[in-house]
């Protein structure tokens, strides 16, 4: 069970930081619409840092995680830091790498987490073709588009 | 034919796949059915030895071409009792029949005109109605299930009362639940409050007899795959009458009667909804669907697949935190809710993911499908945003659904414990 790594498990029964936030700087909501999972993230920026983050969300085991893992991450580094981060990076959070059926899932909380620091700086969505990075990942590009 | 599992089995060559070592489990027939021999050797056969455009040309090929898709029509016809060829229209997909008719029935229907659709509907027989509602006004009633998701139909009578109701379309069995509406009863009812109903067999087809003329739907529609025949054929059935007083869907070559440069004048049906060349070796691959499903008995087909699903639902409920939607989540079964589900059965799992099961599912070479299925106002209306489905077919055994039911009891320990 790979994918399904103890790791991935713990984190999805014991998910980390999953809490709405009082008073967050930007909130923002990414939604997979081909699965239904969706990822609500609060983030409290202070001084180009990621002070605190929270969120809430519904899904498989793989987008939660996901999400549980990168919120401890995020937790102190700086936007451009978190803005900076790749599928790959995501693949050594989640200490597997993902193939073409599930990346989506595996990016859902880095794709929520990137729009919601672009809102913060008033500046439009990115598509998932810029979260994933397709340049170097032929193979998804042909799945995605 | 007598209804031998092994023999129907090793007909169908894509059984004997392995997926990493596991034997290939197939309960997904739901989505589409595997194909037997026959079906693929009459397809190889038609392009081998037949292959040309049907009602295009005077030599052999293109003769042979045309009687092999006329046959195919004829086929048809019989297999659902309608009363001529005519009245079956090919198409690419069941969902395609559903949208020539919204489209081409569509053209009659004016702004506060309604469409009646049953919660229970897949997004083939939902959006089609959307688009005529985007561009036309035209109202969406709808008809509402109970907790188990039977329809009744008193609930029809409801709806009589909140529009100019025309057509109603409806499942004849539910793609999620399993459910079969009471279709003739609720047909005599819209019939009598002038409605005409259209019905989506995509998946009742290969489950139950379905004879047109008893059930006097005025328009039903299908498609191949999942008959065990070929992807990329589908057929419409509608009414002589009402075939006839529609407009053409879709234009092009076959379709007219004649052509000038400011005017055309349509072809008779069929041909007039059937514009550009047609599935012709998939109309041969679903004849031989046909020829080969129809050598066995109704009853011997119905009562094996009842005999898994009802086996299924109660090895399944035993699982602690797995939940069977539908009339199949009741545990001693009275036969009459027992028989009104049947072909698939869907399930959530406290603290499992469908997607995360089914993949894991997928690498034991077990095939389940997971998510809405394409029934978004269904799982809303259930309240859950996903789950998973095991659905049936005639080649399926009672040991495939024992494996299936034990590997999932060992994924939920493995997630939950």
């Known amino acids: 069970m790979d994918v399904y790594a103890e790791t991935i498990l713990e984190h999805y029964r014991h998910p980390q930081g999953k809490k709405r936030l009082p008073s967050p700087t930007v909130t923002h909501e990414e939604v997979n619409h081909a699965c239904g999972d969706a990822l609500t993230v609060d983030l409290v920026l202070r001084d180009g840092n990621i ?11 793989i987008s939660q995680a996901g999400m549980s893992l990168l919120s401890e991450e995020l937790s102190g580094m700086t936007a451009e830091g978190a803005e900076a981060l790749t599928k790959q990076d995501m693949d050594a959070m989640l200490g597997v790498p993902i193939g073409p059926r599930r990346f989506k899932c595996a990016l859902l909380s880095l794709h929520t987490v990137k729009n919601a620091l672009r809102k913060w700086r008033g500046e439009e969505a990115q598509g998932w073709l810029e979260t994933v990075q397709l340049a170097e990942h032929e193979p998804l590009r042909r799945i995605i588009t | 034919m007598p209804f031998h599992l092994p023999a129907i089995r090793r007909q169908f060559p894509i059984l004997s796949r392995q997926i990493d070592g596991h034997p290939l489990i197939y309960l997904d027939n739901a989505a589409t059915a595997q194909k037997p021999e026959a079906v693929l050797e009459a397809m190889d056969r038609f392009y081998r030895h037949s292959n040309g455009n049907a009602h295009r040309g005077m030599h052999v090929l293109a003769e042979e071409a045309t009687i092999a898709f006329e046959d195919a029509r004829n086929a048809v016809a019989r297999f659902i009792g309608a009363r001529r060829p005519e009245e079956i229209i090919f198409t690419k997909s069941c969902t395609e029949a559903i949208n020539l008719v919204a489209r081409s029935f569509g053209e009659s229907l004016k702004s506060g005109d309604a469409i009646a659709l049953s919660i229970l509907e897949h997004h083939s027989n939902v959006v089609p109605w959307l688009q005529l509602k985007e ?9 509402d299930c109970d907790a188990e998701g ?3 139909p008193e609930e029809l009578r409801h709806i009589l009362d909140r529009g100019r109701v025309k057509l109603l379309s409806i499942t004849a069995q539910s793609n999620v639940l399993g459910i079969r509406p009471p279709l003739a009863e609720m047909i005599a009812l819209a019939h009598a409050a002038g409605m005409l109903v259209m019905v989506d067999a995509a998946q009742a087809i290969a489950h139950g007899h379905i004879d047109v003329r008893a059930l006097d739907c ?11 025949g070929p992807t990329g054929i589908g057929v419409l059935y509608g009414k002589q009458k009402l075939l006839e007083a529609m407009p053409p869907f879709l234009g092009g070559g076959m379709m007219i009667h004649e052509v000038h440069r400011d005017h055309f004048t349509a072809a008779d049906i069929p041909a007039k909804f059937e514009a550009g060349t047609q599935p012709i070796a998939e109309a041969v691959g679903l004849h031989a669907a046909i ?6 008995d109704w009853n011997d087909i119905v009562n094996h697949e009842q005999e898994l699903l009802t086996h299924a639902a109660s090895a399944l409920n035993d699982i602690p ?5 539908g009339p199949l989540s009741i545990r001693h079964l009275p036969l009459a809710i027992r028989h009104s589900a049947s072909g698939c059965l869907s399930f959530t799992i406290d603290g499992v993911h469908p997607h995360d099961l089914t993949e894991i599912l997928g690498r034991k070479g077990i095939c389940l499908r997971a998510g809405h299925h394409c029934t978004q106002p269904l799982h809303k209306r259930l309240g859950i945003a996903a789950s998973t489905r095991l659905s049936v077919g005639i080649y399926n055994t009672k040991e495939e659904i024992d494996a299936t039911v034990e ?3 060992e994924i939920v320990s493995h997630f939950t414990r």
């Open chain 1, 51 to 61: 002070a605190v983050i929270g969120w809430e969300g519904t899904g498989c085991a």
């Open chain 2, 135 to 143: 561009r036309d006004g035209i109202e969406i009633l709808w008809l």
């Open chain 2, 150 to 152: 039977r329809l009744h």
């Open chain 2, 218 to 228: 005025d328009f039903l529609a299908f498609s191949g795959h999942k008959l065990y």
């Open chain 2, 291 to 296: 020829n080969w499903f129809t050598q066995f």
């Open chain 2, 321 to 325: 935190g797995l939940h069977v939607l």
């Open chain 2, 407 to 409: 590997a999932i009891g």
